[in-house]
């Protein structure tokens, strides 16, 4: 778990629906450090905090308020949680609702930019009733190492709140954009023995671990997992970059995030594209 939460909201409902799931995080550890953070272009008012801040509170948070001005929230975000070096988590919604997530939000360009984990709740998890849970967590991974990197957190994370992990691993990177230039050509056996051996060593840290496998399009098959079997988490590694190569790994990660039902936990990796 991070020693830092960071939670930008807008003063919107929607903003203030990934509380819950905030809530869910400060049970498993109480006292953990919380920053409500409050961006404005025009005007920065501390009052839509409040309420939160004292919701947070009572979960178990340690919350500390800031509030400022900036005509670049995502940047003053990224800039904040770099310095704190904090989870960012935050609703992929906000006042623009879907319009605005669809040409680019602010949640997305945090997903491309951040140094450290983002825990990002699209529109059905903050229109989710009641108290929630982080059961069950799917992780996709496509063989490389690069995909793994986002196991560590998930082994913590699934420590702390007793949760079940489901490793996918899923043979084919081909998209419909671009057909059959991201099949994979490594072979299947190789690609899931690798899995494989990820499975045992997080069965060795004593979590309970299950592997799924399934072929075709990328984005398809991480979405339809997470819906069959109802986790309620997906943790997955993104690779923040430019050009084509954002294209290809990036977006599977921002295409995900638009289409599951549950938050999505993702870090960013540097470094040779698999």
């Given at each position: 778990?991070?020693?830092?939460?960071?939670?930008?909201l807008?003063?919107?409902?929607?903003?203030?629906?990934?509380?819950?799931?905030?809530e869910?995080?400060?049970?498993?550890?109480p006292g953990?450090?919380?920053?409500?953070?409050h961006?404005?272009?025009?005007?920065?008012?501390?009052?839509c905090?409040?309420?939160?801040a004292?919701?947070?509170?009572r979960?178990?948070g340690?919350?500390e308020?800031e509030?400022?001005?900036?005509?670049?929230?995502?940047q003053e975000i990224?800039?904040?949680?770099?310095?704190a070096?904090?989870?960012?988590?935050m609703a992929?919604?906000?006042?623009?609702?879907?319009?605005?997530?669809?040409?680019?939000?602010?949640?997305?360009?945090?997903?491309?930019?951040a140094?450290?984990p983002?825990?990002?709740?699209p529109?059905p998890?903050?229109?989710?009733?009641g108290?929630v849970?982080?059961?069950?967590?799917l992780?996709?991974?496509?063989?490389?190492?690069r995909?793994?990197?986002?196991?560590?957190?998930?082994?913590e994370?699934?420590?702390?709140h007793g949760?079940?992990?489901?490793?996918?691993?899923?043979?084919s990177w081909?998209?419909?954009?671009?057909g059959?230039?991201?099949?994979?050509?490594e072979p299947?056996e190789?690609?899931?023995?690798?899995?494989?051996a990820?499975?045992a060593?997080?069965?060795?840290?004593?979590?309970?671990v299950e592997?799924?496998?399934?072929?075709?399009?990328?984005v398809e098959?991480?979405?339809?997992?997470?819906?069959?079997?109802q986790?309620?988490l997906?943790?997955?590694?993104t690779?923040?970059?430019?050009?084509?190569d954002?294209?290809v790994?990036?977006?599977?990660?921002?295409a995900?995030?638009?289409?599951?039902?549950?938050?999505?936990?993702?870090?960013?990796v540097?470094g040779?594209a698999?």
């Amino acid at each position: 778990m991070a020693p830092t939460l960071l939670v930008p909201l807008d003063g919107s409902s929607l903003s203030e629906g990934v509380l819950p799931w905030v809530e869910a995080l400060l049970r498993a550890r109480p006292g953990t450090r919380v920053q409500l953070l409050h961006v404005q272009s025009d005007r920065a008012d501390s009052d839509c905090l409040a309420g939160p801040a004292e919701r947070l509170g009572r979960a178990g948070g340690q919350v500390e308020l800031e509030v400022c001005r900036g005509a670049a929230p995502a940047q003053e975000i990224v800039v904040r949680a770099r310095r704190a070096r904090a989870w960012v988590t935050m609703a992929s919604h906000g006042r623009s609702g879907l319009t605005r997530l669809l040409l680019g939000s602010v949640a997305e360009e945090v997903l491309r930019r951040a140094d450290g984990p983002v825990l990002l709740a699209p529109r059905p998890a903050l229109e989710r009733a009641g108290p929630v849970e982080y059961r069950r967590i799917l992780v996709p991974l496509d063989g490389s190492e690069r995909s793994a990197a986002i196991l560590p957190l998930v082994r913590e994370l699934a420590r702390a709140h007793g949760a079940e992990v489901q490793l996918l691993h899923v043979a084919s990177w081909i998209t419909p954009e671009l057909g059959p230039l991201l099949a994979v050509s490594e072979p299947p056996e190789a690609l899931a023995a690798r899995v494989d051996a990820w499975r045992a060593a997080l069965a060795r840290a004593g979590l309970r671990v299950e592997t799924l496998a399934a072929a075709g399009e990328r984005v398809e098959e991480i979405v339809a997992a997470g819906q069959r079997e109802q986790v309620d988490l997906i943790a997955m590694a993104t690779h923040g970059r430019a050009g084509l190569d954002r294209l290809v790994h990036g977006s599977h990660t921002e295409a995900v995030l638009r289409r599951a039902a549950v938050p999505l936990l993702s870090l960013r990796v540097e470094g040779p594209a698999p």
